[in-house]
C-alpha cells in the first residue's frame, strides 16, 4: 500500500501510484477500490484507472473535492495509505459494441477513462462528450481523446468547447443517426439522468456508471443502496453499472445530500489545521 509515484495532472487532480500486487493481479474495467487515506478517518471509493500486473502497482486518479481526497493528495512517494480493498465492484463488460457514445462529467471523466481505453481496445468506434460548469473541471481532455474517434466539449459558461450541457451533443449525434451499439455515462446525478431521458427517446441502451456514498464497498452497510427496476440494489457489489432507463435518479440525489453539511465541517477542519502547519512553518523559518 506504498506510494510509489505521485503526479499532480491540474490543479486540485492528482494521480497516485499504488504499490498492490494482489489487486493489481485480478483489477478490471469498471472496478475499484475503497481506501482510507490515514488512520483516523473516513473510506473513500476511487476507480482503478490502470493496473500494471508485472509492476504490481495500481493507478488512482482523484479530484480534490473535499476533506478525504485533499488529505490523499498530500501524500508522496514512499507514504502509505492506512487501508486499501479492492478490486471491488462488477467489471463492465467490454466487446466491440460497434459505434459507441461516452459521457463523462466531472470527477466521473477520471472513472471514464478506463473505460474509454477498454473499449478502444475491443475495436468500438466511440465518440467521448464531456461536460462541466467551466473548462477548469472538464479535467483529463487530453487522456480521454488518446482513445476516442471524435470529441465534443460543453461547458455552462462557454470557457471550453460549446457553450451548454453534454445532452446538446448527445441530441444533435441521435438525430443524425441512430446506429450506436451503446451510450455509456458517469458523471453528476442530474446529469445521468437528462443523459437517461435523451436516450430513451431514440431506444438506445444507455449504461450509467452510478456514485452514491460508500462504505465499506462488500455489500454490508447498505449505505449504497440505490432503487433499480423497482428493486434494491447495493451499488458496491451489484454495480456500479446499471441500465439508466431503470435508475432512481431522484432518490440516488437525495440520499447524495444527507452529509452536506458534515463534509462542510471537515473541509473546515482541514482548512484551519493545514493553515496552522503553513504558520508554525513560516515561525519556524524565521
Ligand atoms: P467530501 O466533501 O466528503 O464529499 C464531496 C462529495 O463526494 C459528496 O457530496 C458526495 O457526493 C461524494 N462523496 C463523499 N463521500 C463519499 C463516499 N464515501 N463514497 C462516495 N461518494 C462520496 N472520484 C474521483 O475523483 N476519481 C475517481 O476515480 C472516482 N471514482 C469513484 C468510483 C465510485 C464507484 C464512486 C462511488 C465514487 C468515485 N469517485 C471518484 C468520487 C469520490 O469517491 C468522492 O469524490 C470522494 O469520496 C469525496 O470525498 P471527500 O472527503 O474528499 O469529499
Ligand atoms: Fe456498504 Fe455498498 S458500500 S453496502
Ligand atoms: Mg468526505
Known amino acids: 500500500m506504498k506510494v510509489i509515484a505521485k503526479e499532480r495532472i491540474a490543479e486540485n487532480l492528482t494521480k497516485l501510484v499504488i504499490e498492490s500486487p494482489l489487486i493489481a493481479k485480478k483489477a478490471l474495467p469498471g472496478q475499484f477500490v475503497v481506501l482510507m487515506a490515514a488512520k483516523v478517518g473516513e473510506r ?36 502509505s495509505l492506512y487501508s486499501l480493498v479492492g478490486p471491488l ?33 475491443a475495436g468500438c468506434t466511440i465518440t467521448s462528450i464531456l ?21 465534443y466539449i460543453t461547458t455552462d459558461d462557454g470557457s471550453l468547447g460549446e457553450k451548454g450541457v453534454v445532452t446538446d451533443p448527445l441530441k444533435r449525434l441521435l438525430d443524425e443517426s441512430s446506429d450506436y451499439g451503446l451510450v455509456f455515462c458517469v ?4 446529469m445521468m439522468k437528462a443523459v437517461s431521458e435523451v436516450t430513451r427517446l431514440f431506444k438506445i441502451k444507455i449504461v450509467v456508471c452510478l456514485n452514491p456514498i460508500m462504505v465499506d464497498g462488500t455489500g454490508m452497510c447498505g449505505c449504497c443502496r440505490v432503487t433499480v427496476g423497482g428493486e434494491t440494489k447495493f451499488t458496491c457489489v451489484d454495480g456500479p453499472d446499471f441500465d439508466g432507463y431503470e435508475v432512481d435518479f431522484d432518490e440516488l440525489m437525495a440520499r447524495q445530500k444527507r452529509f452536506v453539511q458534515h463534509e462542510k465541517q471537515a473541509m473546515c477542519k482541514l482548512d484551519k489545521q493545514i493553515n496552522n502547519e503553513a504558520s508554525w512553518e513560516r515561525n519556524d523559518d524565521g
Open 44 to 79: 473513500v471509493p476511487l476507480t482503478i484507472v490502470d493496473a500494471d500486473r508485472q509492476k504490481q502497482t495500481i493507478t488512482i486518479i482523484f479530484q480534490e473535492v473535499g476533506y478525504t481526497t485533499r488529505l490523499l493528495g498530500t501524500l508522496k512517494p514512499n507514504d
Open 89 to 121: 465492484g462488477k467489471p463492465t463488460p467490454i466487446k466491440n459494441y460497434g459505434r459507441v457514445i461516452v459521457l463523462g462529467g466531472g470527477v466521473g471523466i477520471a472513472e471514464l477513462l478506463p473505460l474509454v481505453r477498454a473499449l478502444k481496445g
Open 131 to 151: 461536460g462541466g460548469r467551466t473548462a477548469e473541471l472538464v479535467i483529463l481532455r487530453d487522456q480521454v481523446k488518446e482513445f476516442s474517434d471524435d470529441m
Open 187 to 190: 458523471g453528476p446525478v442530474p
